[in-house]
Antibody, heavy 117, light 110 residues
């Protein structure tokens, strides 16, 4: 069974850092691009970032470029999202998802990040 | 990277059809075949219902169909059922190797 499980969310002060993890199982992680998507409370979905099979190609939304870094460790079946210089507007549930011809066919349950003093 | 425009809400009675529009630009919806649609129930993760404009993943009922004309994509739910009540989001690949989601549409089954 394909599973994606996010972890690492929590409460952080503005300007702080947090690293999210996404543990993959039930499929060969190294064969798929992976996305991070976020959803602020009561709001819509927003694409954040994606990473290619070997981690050498990454793309970011303008709103997080220069502050967030996506990476992967295929040997550990894990994806990461390093978030620095966090702002209140980064408060959201963060989902990782498996790419499927431009869409995402499997999603994790999400992890909540709250940026507040 | 402005969000794609969707109607805030649509509604229909059981058995009826509803169509949700998703309007972008030539830099996203109009320029690529990678348009997908997601269903999201409250408190749950999104679920893929359409990819590549009009393809259905395995297990998604054929009541769900997608299309695109110019800069506007559409999702039609035929034979509306109570379990279809949810939020729906479109998503498109866009220039600069990014993606953009729609603003979301709440579907209400009357």
């Amino acid at each position: 069974e394909v599973q994606l499980v996010e972890s690492g969310g929590g409460l952080v002060q503005p300007g702080g850092s947090l690293r999210l993890s996404c543990a993959a199982s039930g499929f060969t992680l190294s064969s798929y691009w992976i996305h991070w998507v976020r959803q602020a409370p009561g709001e819509g979905l927003v694409w954040v970032s994606r990473i290619n099979l070997d981690g050498r190609t990454t793309n970011y939304a303008d709103s997080v470029k220069g502050r967030f870094t996506i990476s992967r460790d295929n040997a550990k079946n894990t994806l990461y999202l390093q978030m620095n210089s966090l702002k209140a507007e980064d408060t959201a549930v963060y989902y990782c998802s498996r790419d499927f011809t431009g869409g995402s066919d499997y999603w994790g349950q999400g992890t909540l990040v709250t940026v507040s003093s | 990277q402005s969000a794609l425009t969707q109607p805030r809400s649509v509604s229909g009675s059981p058995g009826q059809s509803v169509t949700i529009s998703c309007t972008g630009t030539s830099s996203d919806v109009g320029g690529y075949i990678y348009v997908s649609w997601y269903q999201q129930h409250p408190g749950k993760a999104p679920k893929l219902v359409i990819y590549d404009v009009s393809k259905r993943p395995s297990g998604v009922p054929d009541r769900f169909s997608g299309s695109k004309s110019g800069n506007t994509a559409s999702l039609t739910i035929s034979g509306l059922q109570a379990e279809d009540e949810a939020d729906y989001y479109c998503c498109s690949y866009a220039d600069s190797h990014t993606y953009v989601f729609g603003t979301g549409t709440k579907v209400t089954v009357l």
